[in-house]
């Protein structure tokens, strides 16, 4: 848990519990800045927002209000009425914001997410969004073309071996902004319904692919073979897995989650390899794809 006041990640302890009207609440204390502080997520409601989170999430992968509300009460001790979850999904709607979308279409669940596991070194679970995805490529059907590319036909081998793009560095001027986004808000969110089984990494993507509109795919594998870019000074194919890909008003965004983002520029390198990689699998126009870090307090995008 990094401190709201000095952002420190390092310094942090649990300090108690408080008991309030939304459940039971972490408190936290900071050694670095030696200040008090709690999870600011959670919205005022007589429901814990792990509850809120859980139900919400059920309703968008596909369950009717009335099959949530039946699955949070098995989950949790708490059974909401169907009004309030009609009411959460329109507090909601804003922020989670496939919840939109998601009134528009039938969903069944088993059909919603399709998953694929790599063993690249280490076990990568290549995950998209079958809506998603098919809504979105009506924006840039490249991206569906090469995610089938991708499932038929991933040269494997060059994955076990070889530099990875976060590894990898790049010797040229790259500019870095801030930006206001909801990723930050979402990331929050995503930490509140962290299981204990989970890594950050994992609650983040999986919070993002079920209840942002815009999230298309997790842990995308990309590479880029040594002649196809001037840009990287590479022998061997650069390969590299991307944490989540957007897509929104026909740009691609390739965005990586660090928890750690006080010196953004560290992970420069990474992601412009990364928007290399993904331009020459593609072919989608450089100015279509934006690199992006982001955690719970900030959001950066690279040029």
């Not at 848990?1 to 936290?28: E, F, V």
């Not at 309703?59 to 949070?72: H, I």
């Not at 081998?157 to 801030?178: D, E, H, M, W, Y």
């Not at 929050?188 to 692919?209: G, I, P, W, Y």
């Amino acid at each position: 848990m990094n401190c709201p006041h000095c952002n420190s990640d390092k310094h942090t302890t649990k300090a108690g519990l408080r008991h309030t009207r939304q459940g039971i609440i972490q408190k936290y204390y900071c050694k670095h800045c030696n200040k008090y502080f709690t999870d600011k997520t959670q919205l005022h409601t007589q429901y814990p927002l792990q509850v809120i989170l859980y139900t919400l999430q059920c309703y968008n992968q596909g369950y009717p209000v009335k099959r949530a509300k039946t699955l949070t009460g098995k989950k949790y001790r708490y059974s909401p009425p169907e009004r309030t979850i009609y009411s959460w999904i329109n507090r909601y709607q804003n922020i989670l914001t496939f919840l939109k979308l998601r009134k528009h279409y039938t969903i069944h669940p088993e059909n919603l997410i399709t998953t694929h596991r790599f063993q690249h070194q280490q076990i990568y679970p290549f995950t998209y969004h079958n809506l998603k995805l098919n809504l979105k490529s009506k924006q840039l059907p490249q991206l569906k073309r090469y995610i089938s590319w991708v499932e038929r036909s991933l040269p494997t081998k060059i994955f076990l071996n070889g530099p990875r793009a976060s590894q990898c560095t790049i010797n040229q001027k790259i500019t870095v902004k801030q930006k206001e986004t909801i990723a930050p808000e979402l990331t929050r969110l995503a930490m509140a319904t962290k299981r204990k089984s989970q890594s950050a990494h994992e609650a983040v993507e999986q919070f993002f692919l079920i209840n942002d509109s815009s999230t298309v795919c997790t842990e995308l594998p990309v590479f880029i073979n040594p002649k196809e870019t001037n840009l990287l000074n590479i022998e061997t194919p650069l390969t590299g897995h991307i944490d989540l890909i957007q897509i929104r008003n026909n740009i691609l965004y390739i965005m990586d989650y660090k928890p750690n983002l006080r010196h953004p520029e560290k992970h420069a390198s990474q992601l412009i390899a990364y928007k290399e990689a993904i331009q020459k699998r593609t072919n989608l126009p450089e100015e279509n794809i934006i690199p992006a870090v982001f955690n719970q307090y900030d959001y950066f995008e690279f040029e």
